[in-house]
Nanobody, 122 residues
Framework: QVELVESGGGLVQAGGSLKLSCTAFGSIKGISSVGWYRQPPGNQRELVASIIRDEHITYAESVKGRFTISRDNAKNVVYLQMNSLKPEDTAVYYC????????????????WGQGTQVTVSS
């Protein structure tokens, strides 16, 4: 099994910065894609940013130019650097990693972190 542990959330004033981290633990043979999602109060979970096979990076329009997703493949860690934060960025942020724990011909499964609260005050 794979467990994702997130850290870095908290309370920050508008215009401030936070950096989220998500580390994957377990018998991991490979990670193909990683992403950050968020769920604002009373709303559905939405994609914030993702990296697919180290080739394609996608950002939600609302965070382009302010957020940066990156990964350290050697450590199975994915980061989300968040700058120029706005009150509308307030949400629970979730990490997702698609990993394989079996042989090369085996399946890839999605794993989710527990979520970390980000609150931006005006």
């Amino acid at each position: 099994q794979v467990e994702l542990v997130e850290s870095g959330g908290g309370l920050v004033q508008a215009g401030g910065s936070l950096k989220l981290s998500c580390t994957a633990f377990g018998s991991i043979k490979g990670i193909s894609s990683v992403g950050w999602y968020r769920q604002p109060p009373g709303n559905q979970r939405e994609l914030v940013a993702s990296i697919i096979r180290d080739e394609h990076i996608t950002y939600a329009e609302s965070v382009k130019g302010r957020f940066t997703i990156s990964r350290d493949n050697a450590k199975n860690v994915v980061y989300l650097q968040m700058n120029s934060l706005k009150p509308e960025d307030t949400a629970v942020y979730y990490c997702k990693q698609r990993a394989r724990t079996g042989p090369a011909w085996g399946s890839w499964d999605d794993y989710w972190g527990q979520g970390t609260q980000v609150t931006v005050s005006s």
